[in-house]
């Protein structure tokens, strides 16, 4: 056996572990608002203390992800990703960002709506699916919180800068860009060719704004901005509703 051959199944050895890995990462990364989408579905079922204790110890949960994916994600990318503080002009590049995306947004679900008759896509219908009258409010509140302001962390450290610093050098670009994007886009949710096309075309976006300065911040920034949006509007839709 050569060296040069003992070398070559040893890039593949790691190639295999790094791809175990990032799946095992990204069960764990999505795990948190999973968690938190069942005992919300389920809060009607028990008492308040009860549903108080679960969506504390999902949170918790959340927490912990999140600081051990950033650990994981820091020690890979030190000396290759740029972790300066958001400034004004990255708030407003990121702006720009998400009112391109939601262009895109709008005319894909016409298109969705046209094609399909479906105003929603498979994942928003998922997510909005419950009867709000048969949920605790204690477990709705921390769920539009989570889907807002937790998970783009979550999934921007999985998607993103985990997978780009785990898989690929720092100057490469186009199969980073392509492959995040359509796994991101098939993660979703999607009945139909259109809402996957949009949820790929959101994980592009994502990338292009991580990959501007190569500062995950960015991508987490948009990410927000794209979450949070929606979930702020149907949190003050449901406590107008719940104590209007």
Same mark, same amino acid.
């Given at each position: ?184 886009? /098939?993660? #979703? !949710?999607? &009945? @139909?060719? =259109?809402? +996957?096309? %949009? ?21 987490? /920034?948009? #990410? !927000?901005? &794209? @979450?949070? =949006?929606? +979930?702020? %509007? ?11």
């Amino acid at each position: 056996m050569t060296e040069e051959y003992r070398k070559e199944e040893k890039g593949w050895g790691q190639r295999f572990l790094n791809i175990l890995k990032w799946l095992l990462l990204m069960v764990w990364g999505t795990l948190p608002f999973g968690l938190m989408f069942v005992v919300n579905s389920r809060s009607h079922m028990f008492s308040w203390p009860v549903v108080a204790e679960l969506t504390l110890i999902v949170l918790v949960f959340a927490y912990l992800t999140y600081r051990f994916l950033y650990k994981f994600y820091y020690k890979r990318a030190q000396g290759k990703d740029n972790f300066d503080r958001l400034g004004w002009k990255d708030i407003g590049i990121s702006f720009l960002y998400y009112l391109g995306f939601r262009v895109v947004a709008v005319g894909l679900t016409m298109a969705n709506q046209a094609l399909y008759g479906s105003e929603l896509s498979a994942n928003d219908q998922l997510l909005f699916s419950g009867d709000p009258n048969l949920v605790s409010p204690i477990s709705n509140i921390a769920f539009f919180l989570m889907m807002g302001f937790v998970v783009p962390f979550l999934e921007e450290l999985v998607f993103r800068g985990i997978f780009q610093n785990l898989f690929f050098k720092a100057e490469s670009f186009w199969w980073p860009l392509v492959l995040s994007s359509l796994i991101f886009g /098939l993660n #979703h !949710m999607s &009945n @139909n060719p =259109v809402e +996957a096309l %949009m949820y790929i075309l959101l994980g592009a976006t994502l990338y292009l704004a991580y990959r501007r300065r190569r500062n995950i911040k960015d991508a987490i /920034l948009l #990410h !927000m901005m &794209n @979450n949070g =949006v929606a +979930a702020t %509007m149907l949190l003050g839709s449901y406590l107008y509703q719940v104590f209007g």
